[in-house]
């Protein structure tokens, strides 16, 4: 859980992978035959084989927010990224990728169910723009605040979606045996509209492209019931071969996994289905309590049964 | 003047040849290599001294306007607009139609509008245009069906800083391309003035795909929101607050090491500069990131009034700097990006 914990502590929005890279980096570097990193921040490693070429996708950004605009009296505006909700913002404590940390608040005096983001500002305790200045700049990112802790049976973080999936990919990756060429991206932004995947998709052209996504359990999975399987997402619909034969060798291995066709969301895989040629791909993920609330909750016996579904996949047939 | 001629030449997105005509005859003297793509997008190659890394500017040469879809049979043009556009500013425009008919954009008379009608922002299914012509036949035998249709305006200097024209959105940014054109840089340079920004960074797609830079920088134009009780930050940007450097917007979000690079040799070196406030809008960059092995982008735009409407309005200042800014980007890139 130590690499969890490290992982969801970090402050990485949409745009600014680039503040989780390094931890990923040490992990997987001495597993790797290659390791390349793209000009969107896509982590690339490498691990050449000699079956199929297999490229899994976990994204490293999260949602959150950016600077916009220091006002004269020293109240911080901001706009959302990545679909953060406006809602869950007003009270709360943010953190900045540099760590000064502060309170959002409303301007006016509207409720928080009537608030836009241009109705917030952060007050980091600090007056006057000159002097908020010295701390925060215009450009810089924040999440929502939150203490990681875990019990015997689930992980409480601000962001498992997708450093779940980050670190059930490191995990597996580090496992490849050699049977397949593996090629596990820890993509970037996908949360402002799958740029990383669609990148990467396109100039690694794999056989076989699995993404790693969270699922919201309030889509009808459920906590604890294992490995989320997916059919399709709302953009595409996944490859039936590659579906079945995940379920066989699921199955086979006594990993719990439950099937998810419910379509309400989009995921990295149906971003690089049609990149080249087309690739036969599919999406597996875990189901997430309180989905992108800030406080999101995962079974850990779902973690292990994501690690070992990937590892799966990396060595299949 | 540059500028002046370039907002006055008519090219909606798709139509875009007699823009890229006058582009290619002011600049193929300063291209080590000048070709026009299967889209049209045209292409200038600059050497540089060093072939390490591949930079593209990119200016858009399409600008927002209509097309005709139905001919009445009184002689009025029914027409759909091209790129995005607020339809209130239509009414009682004036318009030119395939670069020759002059036509002005009509509603019904307001005393004779229903009071349900007068409330009610008019349609661009309401509106029609009047190019003087009584009857289909006559109107037949001037205009046809897909006939392109651009706005009307005369570019000029007013007031004590500001120009005022048609399609500065992205005459601008290809004026700063011309200008730029003149000199050489450290790395190879590919100046592109793609086609159909305008209904979908079509043009910068196919374009960022041949190329493959490492590095792009799309000059642009933005809204500039400084009008009457608009709150600061939501103004957008300011009016002579500067070349404005775009941190995030709903196509792209922009490199943040070379971004805020450039912002601080702006301010060491004396050039106008301020961020984008909003992160709404998009441009060629939202395309061009994704050629190849992916492209770090910077997006530089000169603030705007009244932007994809008959007139906005630039201040001559900030004009200034979104060339020097430019300028700055591709003299010093190799200091900004590892």
């Known amino acids: ?317 | 003047m540059l500028l002046k001629k370039l907002s006055e030449l008519n090219g909606v997105s798709g139509n875009e040849e007699k823009v890229r005509e006058f582009i290619i005859d002011e600049i193929k003297a300063y291209a080590d290599k000048i070709y026009v793509d299967i889209m049209g997008n045209l292409i200038v190659y600059i050497r540089g001294e060093s072939s390490d890394k591949k930079i593209m500017a990119a200016a858009h040469i399409d600008e927002v306007g209509a097309i005709v879809s139905q001919i009445t049979d009184d002689g009025y043009l029914k027409f759909k607009t091209v790129g995005g556009i607020d339809e209130r500013v239509l009414i009682a425009k004036k318009v030119v139609v395939d670069d020759r008919i002059e036509g002005v954009i009509g509603i019904k008379a307001i005393h004779l509008q229903e009071k349900s009608e007068r409330d009610k922002t008019a349609s661009v299914s309401s509106l029609a245009i009047d190019i003087g012509a009584n009857s289909k036949e006559e109107a037949e035998g001037m205009v046809k069906i897909g006939d392109y249709i651009s706005f009307k305006c005369e570019f000029s200097s007013f007031g004590d800083n500001s120009y005022k024209g048609k399609a500065l959105d992205d005459r601008c940014g290809c004026a700063i391309l011309l200008s730029l054109a003149k000199q050489k840089y450290y790395y190879d340079t590919y100046l592109c003035f793609t086609v159909q920004e305008e209904v979908g960074t079509r043009g910068a797609a196919v374009c960022a795909r041949q190329i493959m830079p490492d590095l792009a920088i799309i000059l642009e134009n933005t809204t500039c929101s400084d009008v009457y009780q608009t709150p600061d930050h939501l103004k957008v940007t300011e009016f002579g607050g500067g070349a404005a450097l775009s941190i995030v917007d709903g196509g792209s979000y922009s490199d943040a090491f070379v971004t805020k690079k450039l912002y601080e040799y702006a301010k060491e070196n004396g050039i106008s500069v301020q961020y984008k406030r909003t992160t709404s809008g998009g441009n060629d960059a939202r395309s061009i990131q994704l050629a190849g092995y992916g492209v770090k982008t910077v997006v530089v735009s000169t603030p705007c009034k009244y932007l994809h409407s008959p007139v906005g309005v630039i201040s001559k200042a900030d004009f200034e700097a979104s060339e020097k800014l430019a300028e700055a980007f591709l003299k010093n890139i190799r200091f900004f990006a590892d």
Not at chain 1, 203 to 219: F, K, L, R
Not at chain 1, 220 to 245: M, N, P, Q, Y
């Open chain 1, 1 to 317: 859980m130590e690499l969890l914990e490290k992982l969801c502590k970090k402050v990485a929005i949409s745009g600014n992978e680039f503040n989780i890279k390094d931890i990923i980096v040490d992990e997987i570097k001495d597993f790797a035959d290659e390791l390349k990193i793209d000009a969107l921040n896509n982590i690339v490693a490498i691990k050449k084989g000699s079956g199929k070429k297999i490229m899994l996708t976990a994204n490293t950004d999260e949602q959150g927010g950016v600077v916009t605009y220091i006002e004269n009296n020293g109240h911080i505006r901001f706009s959302g990224l990545g679909k953060l909700d406006v809602q869950i913002c007003p009270y709360k404590k943010v953190r900045f990728s540099n760590g000064v940390c502060g309170v959002v608040c409303i301007d006016n005096k509207k409720s928080i169910g009537d608030c836009k983001f241009s109705d917030l500002y952060i007050d980091i305790g600090i007056s006057g723009r000159e002097n908020v200045e010295k701390f925060v700049s215009i450009g810089d990112v924040f999440a929502i605040d939150f203490d990681f802790f875990d019990t015997d049976e689930a992980v409480f973080a601000k962001v498992l979606d997708n450093r779940v999936g980050v670190y059930a990919l490191i995990d597996a990756f580090k496992n490849a045996n050699g049977k397949n060429s593996v090629y596990a991206v820890f993509t970037a932004q996908k949360n402002i509209g799958f740029k990383g995947a669609k990148l990467c998709g396109e100039y690694i052209n794999p056989d076989i492209g699995i993404s790693v996504d969270m699922a919201d359990e309030s889509e009808g999975i459920k906590c604890g019931e294992g490995v989320v399987l997916r059919a399709r997402d709302s953009a595409a619909i996944f490859t039936r071969k590659i579906i079945d034969s995940l379920k066989g060798e699921l199955l086979s291995k006594n990993i719990k996994f439950q099937i998810d066709a419910t379509a309400k969301s989009q995921t990295e895989a149906s971003a690089f289905i049609a990149s080249n040629n087309g690739v036969c791909v599919c999406s597996v993920g875990a189901a997430i309590k309180n989905y992108h609330t800030g406080a999101e909750k995962i079974s850990k016996e779902d973690i292990r049964s994501l690690k070992g579904a990937l590892e799966l996949i990396i060595n299949a047939n």
